[in-house]
DNA sequence: AAGTATATACGAAAGGATTCGTATAAGCAA
DNA sequence: TTGCTTATACGAATCCTTTCGTATATACTT
């Protein structure tokens, strides 16, 4: 049943994990009427869909109760990283510099994040890195 | 037959198109040899694949010899930066900046790296973004 | 010319993601 | 209790991606 924790969402999964990231621990109803604030999504889609992911072991489910109360069984940011060093993998041959570039020269950066990014840079520059 | 231009590519024809990008219009014979560097492929398989990326128009592919020659239809930055986007919006519920910290975060930039990103960081301070 | 090597075209199998219909069980309301 | 509402479970259809077998055409070699 449940897999090792390196399993990658796929993009329905994701969608989903954000909403349990977002609100924390969610019966299937909930989620599915929160993807359905986006786009129409049967119920027994989304429950199928929860279903795998526990499965799978993206997320831990709480039975107990006779309405299943779904967690997030990875951290945002853990989440985030591991996607992230894939996609830089795949999109940017491996260059995250690169990729840092392209999203800063596009993204409209506001002066705040500028500063953030500052701040950071002489953390990493001190040796605080990490 | 031939779609938009927003098509995204799947892994599999992002990897090709990497090879393209990096080494100019090529035969499906080079792309398949390139693949097989890293992992065993057959060659119709990527045949396949080529033929259907140049149906969804991510390719583009002259026909006037025996031997078909493809090339990438969009440059790699493009591709990169509609890709970020999704990316962004999908991962990172689309804030850009929480990524690049992310990735400056993690991935050990060197220190030239981080010279570019603070020259880049100075232009864009001086409103000579874009 | 005959045989070999190499190309594209086509179709379809295999696997995974997504969707949902239907069955069944549990709780609630009259 | 009987019926209505709302859960989960299960199986299967559909769609997309990936893979490759086979057919056929084109060029090269002897």
């Given at each position: 049943?449940?897999?090792?924790q390196t399993t990658r969402p796929t993009?329905?999964?994701?969608?989903?994990?954000?909403?349990?990231?977002?609100?924390?621990?969610?019966?299937?109803?909930?989620?599915?009427?929160?993807?359905?604030?986006?786009?129409?999504?049967?119920?027994?889609?989304?429950?199928?869909?929860?279903?795998?992911?526990?499965?799978?072991?993206?997320?831990?489910?709480?039975?107990?109760?006779?309405?299943?109360?779904?967690?997030?069984?990875?951290?945002?940011?853990?989440?985030?990283?591991?996607?992230?060093?894939?996609?830089?993998?795949?999109?940017?041959?491996?260059?995250?510099?690169?990729?840092?570039?392209?999203?800063?020269?596009?993204?409209?950066?506001?002066?705040?994040?500028?500063?953030?990014?500052?701040?950071?840079?002489?953390?990493?520059?001190?040796?605080?890195?990490?």
């Amino acid at each position: 049943m449940s897999q090792n924790q390196t399993t990658r969402p796929t993009e329905s999964e994701l969608e989903i994990l954000q909403i349990l990231w977002e609100h924390g621990p969610s019966s299937v109803r909930f989620v599915n009427d929160k993807l359905n604030e986006e786009r129409e999504v049967g119920y027994t889609t989304t429950l199928k869909l929860m279903q795998i992911m526990a499965d799978k072991g993206l997320v831990k489910r709480n039975t107990e109760s006779r309405t299943h109360i779904y967690e997030a069984a990875a951290g945002e940011s853990d989440m985030q990283q591991r996607l992230l060093k894939r996609f830089v993998d795949k999109a940017f041959r491996g260059s995250a510099m690169k990729m840092v570039m392209q999203a800063l020269g596009n993204h409209e950066a506001s002066a705040e994040e500028l500063d953030e990014i500052k701040a950071l840079i002489r953390r990493l520059e001190s040796g605080e890195g990490d």
